[in-house]
């Protein structure tokens, strides 16, 4: 019988260790690794010996046909118990490793729980969702976690148990957040591994049950909101409030880019430097009347096994700017969210694929991420009581419809709506203003006609204010290097 499901929200507090428990702590991750990769290149295993079974072929024949699924299903399911390759057959391989005395021992528990990871990835590799699942490598395991709060990882009177190992949780009672975290009931518990400047520090995550804590300014509002997401930016549209902004995400992220790209190329130096057996030679070539170096590629088999401390600093400057980087990108993507929420709970969107996104767009979308500021808007939106809408691009085609009812299609490098109605916006503003008016992916013409009234000053205002606010040269996608100075200087 499965377990009912409960809404969850996840507390982090730092665990107070001193240089036994961190070392004890090191070589348990360390241990972790180790068997997650073992799992996983056993799973892969059984998967191998099942895929290459006669009846394994036949029986995904036997799927295609109309009205033979359920014999395939059954066929696949005597495989599975005949090869093993279930996740409760990689919980029994997991036993050789927590006995009593094990150097590998990491706890029963936690180690079913790096099984149910494997066996997950290696699932989802078979069924043709992701490819082949990779194995943890330098950086190793970053988190452990029980699967109860009564097994490995216990909690008692605000301070964690790890098979003897006794590290207290750092909080402020008087923080609302950490009060309503340890106040909570507890699931159970999970251990993160972080690197801070070159040095480990761990931080435990509660996995409470229930609703996270909201600041009193984010209560949810009224207003139906219209939303337009592009690799860059992000288009709000509340007509019912006449209300409307464009934005850049996380915007500050485009000033670490020179020092990023100055440490990748000291990395690389230094990399050359201290590895010359692992890279071929350097070749001259002359281009234009002028001979440049080229680098030589680096030689098969050979690993950069020699790592200097220079290096190791560079690498570690270098890691420490990405975590920078992630952090406040989540924070910035966490405030965007609730300022959209306090505007109003029903939000409509169009529904995009960001796969294709960084497909297209690769730098911009790994810089700001805006599939993850959708997946942040949906978990806060459902604690509010509220819900995103997603709705279907080529039955409404927003971007190419007016209100008047005119479709016309435009290339990407039209980034302003003109009709021959008199409607002038810039593109993605249009688009958001009228996603707020469809209903089961269609649009209510009518109703976005009705409420036009005011809204074009609103969106000539939004373009003014992102060209105020933002920092250094802005996007071509925004349609202000196109000509749209004189619509933004037009608003009254």
């Not at 036949?58 to 696949?76: D, M, R, S």
């Not at 990882?153 to 190992?165: A, C, I, S, T």
């Not at 890691?319 to 929420?341: C, F, P, V, W």
Request: charged share 30%; glycine share 6%.
């Amino acid at each position: 019988m499965l377990k009912k499901q409960t809404p969850s929200f996840v507390t982090e507090l730092p665990l107070k260790t001193g240089s036994y428990e961190q070392s004890l702590l090191k070589k348990r991750f360390f241990a972790g690794k180790q068997q997650y990769n073992a799992l996983l290149g056993e799973a892969l295993r059984r998967l191998q010996k099942m895929r290459s079974d006669p009846r394994f072929k036949e029986a995904q024949k036997l799927y295609k046909e109309a009205g033979k699924k359920t014999e395939a299903k059954q066929i696949f399911k005597k495989l599975t118990i005949f090869y093993q390759y279930r996740e409760y057959d990689l919980y029994a391989y997991t036993k050789q490793w927590n006995t009593k005395g094990s150097a590998l021992s990491i706890g029963a528990r936690i180690s079913q729980q790096l099984a149910k990871r494997a066996f997950q990835a290696v699932e989802e590799y078979r069924l043709g969702k992701r490819g082949k699942p990779r194995f943890k490598g330098r950086r190793g395991l970053q988190s452990i976690e029980d699967n109860s709060l009564h097994a490995n990882l216990r909690m008692k009177e605000h301070v964690v148990h790890y098979l003897g190992l006794k590290m207290p949780l750092i909080y402020d009672l008087k923080d609302p957040v950490h009060y309503h975290g340890l106040n909570a009931p507890i699931k159970y518990l999970r251990i993160v591994q972080r690197t801070f400047n070159g040095k480990k520090r761990y931080v435990a995550q509660l996995v409470n049950e229930g609703k996270p804590w909201v600041k009193s300014k984010n209560s949810p509002g009224d207003a139906t909101i219209g939303l337009d997401i592009g690799p860059q930016t992000i288009a709000v549209v509340a007509p019912e409030i006449t209300y409307a902004s464009l934005h850049l995400f996380a915007d500050e992220l485009k000033e670490t880019k020179k020092t990023k790209k100055r440490l990748q190329k000291s990395l690389a130096k230094k990399l050359r430097i201290g590895n010359p057996h692992a890279f071929e030679k350097d070749t001259w070539e002359k281009k234009d009347k002028a001979w440049v170096c080229k680098k030589g590629p680096s030689i098969k088999g050979q690993h950069c096994v020699h790592r200097s401390k220079r290096l190791l600093n560079v690498q570690h400057q270098l890691a420490d700017l990405y975590r920078k980087e992630a952090s406040y990108r989540k924070a910035q993507h966490g405030r965007m969210a609730n300022q959209i929420i306090r505007l109003g709970k029903e939000i409509k969107t169009e529904q995009l694929s960001y796969k294709a996104f960084q497909k297209l767009f690769g730098s911009s979308v790994g810089l700001r991420a805006p599939g993850m500021f959708v997946d942040i808007l949906k978990r806060k939106a459902e604690n509010a009581g509220g819900k995103v809408i997603c709705i279907n691009t080529w039955a409404t085609k927003l971007s190419q419809t007016c209100h008047c009812g005119k479709q016309e299609k435009k290339p990407l490098s039209q980034r302003w709506h003109q009709c021959a109605c008199g409607v002038k916006a810039q593109r993605d503003l249009y688009s958001a203003y009228l996603a707020g008016f469809v209903e089961e992916d269609r649009l209510m013409a009518d109703q976005a006609e009705k409420a036009w009234s005011g809204m074009d000053i609103a969106l000539c205002t939004a373009m003014r204010q992102i060209k105020r606010t933002s920092r250094g040269p802005l996007p071509s996608s925004l349609g202000i290097q196109l000509g749209s100075e004189s619509v933004v200087q037009d608003v009254p």
